[in-house]
């Protein structure tokens, strides 16, 4: 067989190949490369970082005391259960004199036997 032969083969092949792989999602390559000197990096420099000086918080404000309220007593009204000058005060209402005697039998003539 000639070249042409076998380029045409090669070429059929390749297009075969290439159609299987595309469809299979193989890749098929040649690498031709020429080896580079490997570059050192120098090794890393740890720095401790620089300190930072921060103000103490401010302190707390005082607690807010309540004081309470004064109590305020006002006096109690003068209620005397008795005889005030011709009446009589029995805590609900004032009594006249002879209504007194008349109704809770009293003397000067006025009691009920």
Known sequence: MNIKGWVG???????GLACEAVMAGVSVGVNLGVPV???YA???????????YEAPPP???PPVVYQPAPV???P????????????????YRYWGRR????????????RRY
């Open 76 to 91: 109690a009204p003068a209620i005397v259960v008795g005889w005030h000058g011709d009446r009589y005060w029995d805590g």
């Open 37 to 39: 000197a490997p570059v």
């Open 99 to 110: 209504d007194w005697y008349a109704h809770h039998g009293g003397y000067y003539g006025y």
């Open 59 to 61: 302190p707390p404000p």
């Open 42 to 52: 120098a090794p890393p420099v740890y720095v401790a970082p620089a300190p930072v």
């Open 72 to 74: 305020v007593v006002a």
């Open 9 to 15: 083969i090669g070429i059929a092949l390749s297009a």
